[in-house]
C-alpha cells in the first residue's frame, strides 16, 4: 500500500460523520472506521483513523445509553475501554471514556449550603423583622405583610429543596 491510500481512508472516514447521528448510524460507523484503521499505511494516517473511530465510539455510547438507559451498563463500559485502549491522545475523548466508567472526579456538591444561608437571610430580613417591628409598633398590616412574606419564601424554599434534591435520574424510563 501507498501512502496515498491513507488520503483516500481518512476521506472516506470524513465521509461518514455527517450521518453519525442518524438512528444506527454510529454502529455502522464503527464497524468502516475499524476496517479503515486495519488497512491504513502510515502511523499519522492510523492515528487519524483511530481518533476518528474513538468519536464514533463515544457516540456510540451516546446512542446505547439513550436507547436501553441504565441497563446498559455493561456496553458503555466496554465501549469506553475501547476508547481509552485506542490511545488517541485527545484529553476531551480520554476524559469522557472515564467518566463513562465511574473513574472521573466526584460530583461536585451543589450549591445547597448557600441557597440554605441565602433563603435564611432572605426569610429574616423580610419576614421575621417586618413581623416583629410591625408587633412592637403596632401595625397589623406590617405584621401580616411579614407573615405572607415569611410563609411565601418557606415555600419557595421547599419548592428549590425539591428540585435540587428529589430530582428524577436522567434517561428515559418510557422505554
Not at 465521509?15 to 464503527?30: L, N, R, T
Not at 476518528?52 to 466496554?78: F, H, K, P, Q, T
Not at 450549591?111 to 421575621?128: D, I, P, Q, T
Request: glycine share 8%.
Amino acid at each position: 500500500m501507498e501512502p496515498q491510500t491513507d488520503f483516500r481512508l481518512v476521506e472516506q472516514a470524513r465521509a461518514i460523520f455527517p450521518k453519525i447521528y442518524e438512528p444506527g448510524a454510529p454502529a455502522h460507523a464503527v464497524v468502516e472506521l475499524e476496517r479503515l484503521a486495519k488497512s491504513a499505511w502510515s502511523a499519522e494516517g492510523t492515528a487519524l483513523l483511530r481518533h476518528y473511530l474513538g468519536y464514533a465510539l463515544a457516540v456510540r455510547s451516546m446512542e446505547v445509553r439513550g436507547l436501553i438507559g441504565d441497563s446498559g451498563v455493561v456496553i458503555v463500559e466496554r465501549l469506553a475501554d475501547r476508547i481509552l485502549a485506542l490511545d488517541t491522545c485527545d484529553p476531551e475523548l480520554d476524559q469522557f471514556a472515564e467518566e463513562l466508567l465511574g473513574r472521573g472526579e466526584e460530583p461536585k456538591p451543589r450549591n445547597s449550603h448557600r441557597a440554605v444561608f441565602a433563603f435564611a437571610c432572605l426569610l429574616l430580613v423580610f419576614g421575621v423583622v417586618p413581623v416583629v417591628t410591625g408587633g412592637l409598633m403596632g401595625s397589623a398590616t406590617l405584621v401580616g405583610s411579614g407573615a405572607l412574606l415569611a410563609v411565601f419564601l418557606v415555600a419557595a424554599f421547599a419548592w428549590q429543596y425539591r428540585v435540587m434534591n428529589l430530582r428524577a435520574p436522567v434517561g428515559r424510563a418510557d422505554r
